[in-house]
């Protein structure tokens, strides 16, 4: 069935007919059930919209689809009606962890194109979804004019894109608009992706444009959620760029850590007390995490993946990035997602101690005893890679540093 041949006036008249004969008779006339949460939104109302899709199909040959023509949702009625610039609502999507991993697995597989540089992708959706991504963590608009949008990704694509793959920023929105990510609100007819006309029409219509609505809102109302995005595009599209650069030139680096309450007790010692040469007898245990490490937090929501524990300080969840393979030398281990883990202090202190390692097949397992711990608790976007992992079980058989 071609839901691609409607067009927009083709839906405002089956909304016109919804609206005559009101939601039940509407439904009842042309055999569909009630929607399920895929709703699409119009001048403020709503309305059923595998319905809606169906009955606007009379335009293209006369006659309305059956709701059991075609299947509506996601990929399909959805899709084709953002596509003509309507807002289309999704069911349950805060609650239901398919839809976001959905979303997640449509990061990952962006449809980008070969790179100049050979073996490579383009980074240009990447690098315009994490500027999105970055304008979110600024609470800024979902929307934003053409001319602050091309001036961003231009300099982003200058100083993250490969060599030789240009700047211009026109082709990876339209390509995003495509795939059902990016929004122009307002227009029916975006061109592909392609050719000089597409390059002309983004010229001279100045559309405002963003992440869709839906993506958004998602990533607005769900930090963890964010964040396991940003790590999915660092994995796939970004593995030997400088992360912490890029994070901090999108704004997606946290804020830095000015008042850390693990701080708090360097406090200087009371007046009179001279202790020459002595300071507090208390270690103060300071972790400071790079831009990654703290994306990783966030996407695990701060809980420990070993034992599940999530420490809440005054100042919200506390973990610590905790690296496989340990940074410096003469490990020499990478400062990326798939080196990290989220842990809780305790299970932080026994990784690197050695005292735990973690099986290929992902198993938290005693060192001395082999006694299993359990599995390591994962998030969809964001896995440890299994060499570093080998790397770590490999210290762990080694006798212990001195000092230690
Ligand atoms: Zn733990």
């Known amino acids: 069935?071609?839901?691609?041949?409607?067009?927009?006036?083709?839906?405002?008249?089956?909304?016109?007919?919804?609206?005559?004969?009101?939601?039940?008779?509407?439904?009842?006339?042309?055999?569909?059930?009630?929607?399920?949460?895929?709703?699409?939104?119009?001048?403020g109302r709503r309305y059923d919209s595998k319905a809606i899709a169906g009955v606007a199909h009379r335009g293209v040959d006369g006659?309305?689809?059956?709701?059991?023509?075609?299947?509506?949702?996601?990929?399909?009625?959805?899709?084709?009606?953002?596509?003509?610039?309507f807002e289309v609502t999704r069911p349950d999507k805060f609650d239901d962890g398919q839809y976001v991993d959905d979303l997640i697995h449509q990061v990952r597989t962006l449809k980008t194109a070969a790179s100049a540089t050979p073996g490579e992708r383009k980074r240009h959706q990447p690098l315009t979804l994490l500027w999105a991504l970055g304008r979110v963590s600024r609470g800024e608009e979902r929307l934003a004019p053409w001319s602050e949008t091309s001036f961003a990704l231009s300099a982003l694509l200058r100083r993250f894109g490969h060599p030789g793959d240009g700047a211009h920023a026109e082709f990876p929105v339209l390509h995003l608009h495509h795939q059902g990510l990016w929004d122009?609100?307002?227009?029916?007819?975006?061109?592909?992706?392609?050719?000089?006309?597409?390059?002309?029409?983004?010229r001279e219509l100045q559309p405002i444009s963003g992440l869709r609505s839906w993506v958004h809102e998602i990533v607005t109302e769900q930090p963890a959620v964010h964040a396991r995005i940003v790590l999915c595009l660092l994995e796939e599209y970004f593995r030997d760029v400088d992360r912490d650069a890029l994070l901090a030139a999108t704004s997606l680096a946290p804020e830095p850590d000015v008042d850390s309450p693990l701080q708090e007790d360097a406090s200087p010692l009371p007046k009179g007390t001279s202790v020459p040469g002595r300071r507090s007898g208390s270690t103060s245990r300071v972790i400071r995490d790079t831009a990654l490490a703290e994306q990783v937090k966030l996407a695990h929501d701060h809980q420990c993946q070993i034992c599940g524990t999530r420490l809440v300080t005054r100042r919200g969840g506390y973990a610590e990035g905790a690296h496989i393979r340990p940074l410096g030398s003469p490990h020499d281990g990478p400062d990326e997602p798939g080196n990290l883990l989220?842990?809780?202090?305790?299970?932080?202190?026994?990784?690197?101690?050695?005292?735990?390692?973690?099986?290929?097949?992902?198993?938290?397992?005693?060192?001395?005893?082999?006694?299993?711990?359990?599995?390591?608790?994962?998030?969809?976007?964001?896995?440890?890679?299994?060499?570093?992992?080998?790397?770590?079980r490999h210290l762990c058989e080694e006798p212990p540093p001195l000092g230690r």
């Open 1 to 43: 069935m071609a839901l691609s041949d409607l067009r927009r006036e083709m839906v405002l008249a089956a909304m016109t007919e919804y609206d005559t004969l009101g939601r039940d008779v509407f439904l009842e006339t042309h055999g569909y059930g009630p929607a399920r949460g895929y709703f699409v939104r119009y001048d």
């Open 63 to 85: 006659h309305p689809l059956r709701a059991g023509d075609f299947s509506g949702g996601n990929a399909t009625v959805a899709r084709v009606l953002e596509n003509l610039g």
């Open 184 to 202: 122009f609100p307002g227009h029916e007819d975006v061109p592909r992706a392609s050719g000089s006309a597409a390059q002309r029409w983004m």
């Open 342 to 392: 989220c842990l809780c202090p305790n299970h932080h202190v026994l990784l690197d101690g050695g005292a735990i390692k973690i099986t290929d097949d992902l198993a938290v397992v005693h060192v001395s005893t082999g006694r299993p711990i359990g599995p390591l608790r994962l998030v969809e976007g964001h896995r440890p890679e299994i060499r570093h992992l080998a790397y770590h």
